[in-house]
């Protein structure tokens, strides 16, 4: 490359009109590919023509037909303007630009060591601030003696420019929660989960902070038939166990589930709690409790036993009285003990009648009407508790 050079060089001078010896800048000399020339020392120079050579690319602006050889790697630059402007030929090659500098699609660059980079394509680029954009994927080889790859990060600070872009997967060293934060296709900028130092096998993971992006041993088990292993679409458990003191959460809603008290535990309804049961349900009544089964009864609606079984009274004639029990359930009538629904709003203390309005129903309003009747169904101990005491005696208005 360096002979090519000095042979375009001779030729430029060869045509280049010459004075009078006596009248040359400087001796013609040999002009060599192994010769050493000092920054801008001038070679030949005369009939307004110059020829430069130096280490490193030339600076500063040039006269107009000056030449320049960069001896450190044989480019020549010509002056264009006033401007150094690299000559470049037709031919292929590789330039080797030493130091630092952008690389093109057939540049290398060395840095005095033995390692050389070179560029694979033309969007591979690596800047004067030391940016390295490649056109492809990046391997890192083998440091020897047993130690892995690695990819050091190390300055963190605030979200660089263009790390929110589409069709791009960016990631940088955030500063505020030390750790990489990453925008995937212009989404939202999102921190990289980080694991605790260690953990327990088979515990769960808990988030150890606001920012989403740490993780710790929360210290809870779950066994082989524990939380996940039973959880189908995070469905609850069809029949948990519990052990000693259970507390149950507030506002069970779920009306297609059934929570059983096991065989030999005791379900204690705490001091001032309210046990609200909705229509259709059953509830445990307190104290002596007598009851009769019936079927398809209307939970809450009180009835008097006809001919073929259970039905609901009405106090507007003798055929439809007394009154004998109040549903608590579709299967169970009580007629001794207290009855529970959510939706009354009794007068607490008040007596409880059986309406003449409609069949089943109950009233804290005595009938009136002449030829109706008046039975006592029982007492209101809250606004939704009623101690069920049908009396037999039924009088008639």
């Keep these: 490359m360096k ?5 375009l060089i001779t030729c430029a001078l060869l045509l280049t009109p010459l004075a009078r010896a006596d009248s040359l800048t400087a001796p013609v000399p040999i002009i060599t590919a192994s010769m050493s020339l000092a920054r801008a020392q001038t070679v030949v120079s005369g009939g307004g023509s110059a020829v430069q050579a130096g280490v490193g690319a030339p600076a500063g602006s040039c006269a107009a ?3 320049y050889v960069n001896t450190s790697n044989g480019n020549l630059y010509t002056c264009n303007s006033g401007t150094w402007a690299i000559v470049t030929s037709g031919g292929s090659g590789t330039v080797t630009v030493v130091s630092s500098g952008s690389l093109g699609s057939t540049q290398v660059v060395t840095g005095g ?39 050091f990060l190390s300055a963190e ?15 940088y060293a955030d500063s505020t929660q ?12 999102l921190p990289l989960v980080q694991g605790p130092a260690s953990s327990t096998s088979t515990h769960l993971a808990a988030f150890n902070s606001t920012t989403g992006g740490l993780l710790a041993d929360s210290g809870i088990v779950d066994t082989a038939a524990g939380l996940l292993a039973a959880c189908t679409g995070c469905a609850p458990l069809a029949s948990p166990t519990f052990s000693g003191t259970v507390t149950l959460p507030t506002g069970i809603t779920d009306a297609s589930s059934t929570f059983n008290v096991p065989t030999g ?11 609200n049961c909705a ?29 073929s079984g259970l039905a609901k009274a009405k106090s507007d004639s ?23 629904n959510g939706s009354w709003s009794w007068t607490e203390g008040g007596l409880v009648y059986v309406s003449d309005a409609t069949g089943g129903l109950m009233t804290q309003t005595a009938p009136s009407t002449s030829g109706h009747y008046i039975q006592i169904a029982g007492v209101a101990t809250s606004s939704t508790t009623i101690l069920v005491l049908p009396s037999v005696n039924v009088a008639g208005l």
């Design 3 to 7: 002979l090519r050079l000095l042979l």
């Design 318 to 340: 003798s055929s439809t009285l007394p009154g004998i029990c109040v549903a608590s359930s579709t299967t169970v009538c009580v007629y001794s003990g207290v009855v529970t």
């Design 279 to 307: 229509a259709g349900s059953t509830c445990p009544s307190s104290g002596s409790t007598g009851s009769l089964t019936g079927s398809s009864l209307t939970a809450y609606n009180v009835y008097y036993f006809g001919g």
């Design 178 to 189: 030390h750790g990489l934060l990453c925008n995937f296709n212009a989404g939202t900028t």
């Design 113 to 151: 060591g033995n390692t050389t980079l070179q560029t694979p394509n033309s969007s591979t680029i690596l800047d004067s601030s030391g940016n390295l954009t490649l056109g492809g994927g990046l391997t890192t080889g083998s440091p020897g003696g047993g130690v892995g790859g690695y990819l």
């Design 65 to 67: 037909n000056a030449l």
């Design 157 to 171: 600070g605030t979200a660089p420019a263009g790390l929110s872009t589409a069709t791009k997967d960016n990631c």
């Design 265 to 275: 535990v005791t379900l204690n309804i705490a001091s001032g709690a309210t046990l």
